[in-house]
């Protein structure tokens, strides 16, 4: 039954040839997918809570704790962001090269 679906789905999309171009991602290739999937996510949070940490700071209305606490939300997350930018930039080094 598979191998009929098989034939009828590539008769029907590639009239008639039976090869079917699956792409083969070796392990490194895989690895490095992973990697700056999680470096991506990893950038878009530290972005976002900069934004947050902003717009706390614009409405902490001179609130010492509230602007305190925005300042260490900006920063946090700055120092987040360039461990990342690192962690990429050295991952990606090693990936390649070996």
Known sequence: MINFLRT??????????TDIDIPKLTSEQVLQ???????????????????IGGIMYATSAGNSGGVTKAKNMILYSIVGLVV??????VTNFIITTF
Not at 33 to 51: E, H, K, R, S
Not at 84 to 89: E, G, L
């Open 8 to 17: 009828l789905a590539v008769t029907l999309v590639d009239g008639g040839s």
């Open 33 to 51: 997918n992973g990697l700056n999937l999680a470096y991506f996510l990893a950038g878009t949070v530290a972005v976002i809570v900069i934004i």
């Open 84 to 89: 990342v930018i690192i962690a990429w930039a």
